[in-house]
């Protein structure tokens, strides 16, 4: 009995590090870490110990190259390097929301210096059928992404990007047509490449609330298109096709005053399109460099058909089409940038906490506000509680853009005192705090108000009611 149980694979729960022998079996990582590890029976050649920690970018020599639009889902995670007879499989948790238009891949790196695209084992017989047995009982979970591979690397990095749909074309030609944008098309012609390689386009659309002043002025953008891979020259010009901007056209109204005395007020309204350019924007920029955006509508000839925009280019990259009003145009690779640049950063799942305790000054009130990306919170022994602290309510988890700056709005009958924190950054993989120090406005009504989270677009991000038991902690 006792070497039949010595031949079953084990289940365990690991901190740092755990060994496995040709038993095989089922490790998850502890304190949340969500991450698990199954190596079937009769993988491993020998005994090994796996090790694998949870690495901040900051601690990583080399990071992965990413462009705008991509970052980290999750930490890094670095490992020992280990070969197996059949095909191992981890689940890492990632902690960037799920949509149409993004999408996971995994990086995986041997020596820290290089990173390459990981592509899962497609022989995993031997795997499925022991995950099929009860020590593996793993849960489906929306937000975890899974990897097979016969070679643990030293490093793997899970990426959230822009989705990219891809299609293998080769001497022949072939059409990609974007399943986000139906109005969205690349034509590869016959001999624009000379073998069979895999070439996309990825569609990134520009959320309304970083063009507000631009509409405003009658101008609109188009989806940012990428033919990947980036910086590839063809034997022909390939054919872009890109939907032209909408534009929802406002007026000028003017209004004259003819006669100044009272209740003979005269308007005048002139009604005045406003004048607006057209403009193609390219960006040459390799995968993983800043991007780097020039007009290139004077060289480049457009054409127009149904409410779209054609052009040709024998080199693959990134382009964008702005409708500027005239005004405007001269700042337009300026005004290009930082819309881009707002609106490329990456958004990822996290959760805000508020806490308050009694200020040193008489009738005051701290608050404090953390907001933190799943993983990263510490539950037990807080810095909160360290300082004492008390919990008033977190919120549900909500999609928060990279380096987002939120700003505290207090009302109700608590304000915030002259020169206080206000505002909090956002940054991934870390705890974001803020403390800001509130007062009564009335000093004998009850301590009570309402905090709003507000982003960098003027958008509420979560609200919560206030009520303060002054004088009973």
Not at 411 to 440: C, D, H, W, Y
Request: with cysteine.
């Amino acid at each position: 009995m006792e070497s039949h149980n010595e031949d079953k694979p084990n289940k365990m729960d690991f901190l740092i590090s755990f060994l496995v022998d040709a038993r095989g079996g089922s490790m998850t990582g502890s304190r949340k870490s969500g991450i698990r590890m199954v190596i079937p029976p009769q993988s491993a050649e020998q005994p090994v110990r796996i090790t694998c920690r949870q690495l901040r970018p900051d601690q990583v020599l080399t990071l992965p190259p990413l462009s705008e639009g991509e970052g980290l889902a999750c930490r890094i995670l670095q490992l020992t390097p280990a070969t197996f007879l059949a095909p191992v499989l981890m689940e890492v948790p990632y902690f960037t929301p799920l949509s149409d238009n993004r999408e996971i891949i995994v990086l995986r790196s041997e020596t820290g210096k290089k990173w390459t695209v990981h592509l899962n084992t497609t022989e995993n017989s031997n795997l499925t059928s022991f995950m099929a047995t009860s020590i593996n009982n793993l849960k489906d979970n929306i937000n975890t992404t899974t990897i097979t591979t016969l070679k643990i690397p030293q490093y793997f990095a899970i990426i959230s990007r822009p989705r990219q749909e891809t299609i293998s074309v080769g001497p022949d030609g072939g059409v990609v047509d974007s399943q986000l944008n139906h109005q969205v098309q690349c034509l590869f012609p016959s001999r624009s490449l000379t073998k069979q390689i895999s070439v996309g386009i990825s569609v990134f659309s520009i959320n309304k609330c970083f063009t507000k002043e631009m509409t405003q002025q009658a101008g609109a953008v188009s989806p940012v298109i990428t033919v990947e891979p980036r910086r590839r020259k063809f034997h022909k010009a390939i054919t872009v096709t890109i939907p032209v901007p909408e534009v929802k056209l406002p007026t000028l109204t003017t209004q004259v005053e003819r006669n100044p005395q009272p209740g003979h007020l005269l308007q005048m309204r002139e009604d005045m399109p406003i004048e607006t350019e057209l403009m193609l924007l390219c960006s040459m920029s390799g995968s993983g460099s800043r991007t780097v955006w020039e007009d290139v509508t004077l060289s480049t000839p457009l054409s127009f058909s149904n409410n779209c925009v054609q052009f040709t280019t024998v080199v693959s990259a990134q382009f964008w089409l702005l409708k500027l009003p005239a005004w405007m145009a001269s700042d337009k690779l300026a005004i290009a940038d930082r819309i881009f640049r707002s609106a490329m950063r990456v958004p990822y799942l996290a959760q805000l906490w508020v806490f308050w305790r009694e200020a040193e000054r008489k009738e005051g009130v701290e608050l404090r506000v953390v907001m933190v990306t799943e993983g990263e919170r510490v539950t037990e022994n807080t810095l909160e509680e360290k300082e004492n602290f008390t919990l008033l309510g977190k919120s549900a988890e909500l999609d928060i853009l990279d380096k987002s700056e939120m700003q505290l709005r207090i009302s109700g009958n608590m304000e915030t005192i002259s020169g206080s924190v206000q505002k909090i950054n956002f940054r991934p993989f870390m705890e974001n705090r803020a403390t800001a120090e509130l007062k009564r406005k009335e000093a004998y009504a009850p301590a009570a108000g309402q905090v709003e989270v507000v982003t960098d677009c003027e958008e509420v991000l979560f609200t919560m009611p206030l009520l303060f038991q002054m004088g009973e902690k």
